[in-house]
């Protein structure tokens, strides 16, 4: 049971706009940034969104992230196949002292 | 550009202790505001992280695993290593190292390693 709460899967048509939610506490979201990590098949983790709404160089501006008090959001506009990927947000989690991850998304692109 | 490499052996008995080794290249395992982190993914689910270590030695590990696990840190070789003690099928996982980017109020992982399967299993 993950701490951070995610939906389990999420789907979409090209060129469609998604968004995956991502619920905690206020041990975690409500009192720290949330991050955002795509994970494309059989490969690692990478950073998505960090800061809350933050991309990293080279991240399409395509991805937005967003958080109002103990919950946050990402946003997929422009669909494309290889969007097709798992989702998982994360927080520092003041009480265990480390990072949490949600249960992660998998995103279908119909 | 900063790699990860994570190394060691892909099939561990139960009971026995699972090692593993990341290296690091590209950068200085020693640089500030970076603690080195482990985190991992049985098959299927999700991430879990594992703990993470600053160049010192310093130490943060997730309270879940803490009575089993021991991170050490190699500065010499850049690397940093990870031990978990008696393991069992559930501790079967992909295991990924990572940099962990560590400041006041932002800390998240920027750079990983490809992963590292590790099964449990006599």
Same mark, same amino acid.
């Not at chain 2, 603690?35 to 879940?64: A, D, F, H, M, V």
């Not at chain 2, 990924?96 to 590292?116: E, S």
């Given at each position: ?12 048509? #090209? ?25 494309? #098949? ?56 480390? #990072? ?11 | ?122």
């Amino acid at each position: 049971q993950s701490v951070l709460t995610q939906p389990s899967s999420a789907s979409g048509t #090209p060129g469609q706009r998604v968004t995956i939610s991502c619920s905690g506490s206020s041990s975690n979201i409500g009192s720290n940034y949330v991050y955002w990590y795509q994970q494309l #098949p059989g490969t690692a983790p990478k950073l998505l969104i960090y800061k809350n709404d933050q991309r990293p160089s080279g991240v399409p501006d395509r991805f937005s992230g967003s958080k109002s008090g103990t919950s946050a959001s990402l946003a997929i506009s422009g669909l494309r196949s290889e969007d097709e990927a798992d989702y998982y947000c994360a927080a520092w989690d003041d009480s265990l002292s480390g #990072p949490v991850f949600g249960g992660g998304t998998k995103l279908t692109v119909l | 550009q900063l790699q990860l490499q994570e190394s060691g052996p892909g099939l561990v008995e139960p009971s026995e202790t699972l090692s593993l080794t990341c290296s690091v290249s590209g950068g200085s395992i020693g640089s500030t505001n970076y603690y080195w982190g482990w985190i991992r993914q049985p098959p299927g689910k999700g991430l879990e992280w594992i703990g993470s270590i600053y160049y010192s030695g310093n130490t943060y590990y997730n309270p879940s695993l803490k009575s089993r696990v021991f991170i050490s840190v190699d500065t010499s070789r850049n690397r940093f290593s990870l031990r978990l003690t008696s393991v069992t099928a559930a501790d079967t996982a992909v295991y990924y190292c990572a940099r962990h980017v560590w400041q006041q109020w932002d800390r998240y992982f920027d750079y990983w390693g490809q992963g590292t399967l590790v099964t449990v299993s006599s």
